[in-house]
């Protein structure tokens, strides 16, 4: 069990390591239901039930994918009471922007994976398109063969290897036909996946306001503060919920427990501004949050002339003028 969380712990620190984990379980999970779960029915209901196990499961994970996705719920969560509009600056607007787009990122992974294996297995492709009412297309499939009238007749049973008038070659054809043209689609989906994500990779890395080398420290100090404050709020809340109970049972004044209080719960909970209104740089919101304020300890953006991490207060500051 150790193994098992030590594993899922570094795909969550690794991103591309947890968005190939997913298209791994993705991809399986697709094997999974053509084989076991998936029969075409052979009848008029085949084009529904291809498209449903082609379309239905994708919904499926993009719906999972933003219920599991935290960035989604810290989104949303209060947005309707939030006296700050989530738009009311540029800054602000390519904030959003930005978080949408990484949501979007790890939500459509997983759809846009089942289908490109689907595609390319060429199951659920054989079974719907056998049983569209396209004179055109069926016409296509059934051009070269020998009994075109009644390959059009016998095309919804060819899935199933029904014997009739159509002789098995020829519905092996069809088939092959089929399966060529959704492998084609499937490779083709692929293709422009990795070019989308490639051109807004790179859109978003000219575009970044630091070096690479900052980029990438920026990512570890977001990975480490997430974990600290996971730490730290176990811990508070522990605290918290003991002295909260010890005054319940012993009839006696609880002790004082500092709390962040509900206004600075909602300033590390709104959209990430990158840089204020005097273009101080911060990591994340919980940084931005220990922006000079009167009686707050916090930490000032390190320049070339200070490169002391070290938290300052207010009245040291006011000591050194």
């Known amino acids: 069990m150790d193994k098992i969380k030590t594993i899922l712990n570094t795909a969550k620190e690794q991103t591309s390591l947890g968005l190939g984990l997913i298209s791994l379980l993705t991809a399986g999970s697709e094997q999974i239901f053509s084989k076991v779960v998936f029969q075409c029915p052979c009848d008029q209901l085949n084009f529904l039930y291809g498209v449903v196990f082609l379309l239905v499961p994708a919904l499926a994970l993009i719906t999972l994918g933003f219920i599991l996705s935290k960035k989604t719920w810290k989104l949303v969560t209060g947005l309707c009471r939030r006296e700050e509009k989530v738009c009311g600056s540029c800054s602000r607007v390519k904030s959003l922007a930005n978080v949408i787009f990484q949501i979007s990122t790890f939500v459509f992974l997983a759809p846009s994976t089942w289908i490109a294996v689907a595609l390319l297995n060429g199951v659920y492709i054989q079974c719907a398109m056998t049983g ?11 051009k070269r063969t ?8 016998e095309l919804h049973t060819f899935p199933c290897g029904i014997d009739g008038k159509v002789p098995k070659d020829e519905r092996d054809e069809v088939l092959l036909k089929l399966r060529a043209e959704s492998q084609i689609a499937g490779w083709l989906l692929i293709a422009t996946m990795i070019l989308f994500y490639l051109a807004f990779s790179c859109v978003a890395r000219c575009c970044s306001p630091v070096s690479y080398l900052e980029l990438k420290f920026w990512k570890l100090y977001a990975q480490k503060e997430d974990t600290a404050f996971n730490l730290y709020s176990v811990e ?4 918290l919920a003991k002295c909260s109970v010890t005054s319940f049972f012993t009839n006696t004044e609880p002790d004082s427990v500092q709390t962040p209080s509900n206004e600075d719960w909602q300033e590390i909970s709104s ?22 304020k009167s009686g707050r300890v916090y930490v000032p953006p390190i320049t070339e002339g200070d490169m002391s991490p070290c938290p300052q207060s207010r009245d040291d500051e006011e000591e050194k003028l």
Do not use: I
């Open 146 to 153: 020998e009994m075109e009238a009644d390959c059009l007749k």
């Open 132 to 142: 569209t009412n396209m004179t055109m297309f069926n016409d296509h499939l059934c």
């Open 236 to 239: 508070h809340a522990e605290k």
């Open 271 to 292: 959209v990430y501004v990158p840089c204020d209104t005097k273009g101080r740089q911060y990591y994340s919101a919980l940084h931005g949050f220990m922006r000079p």
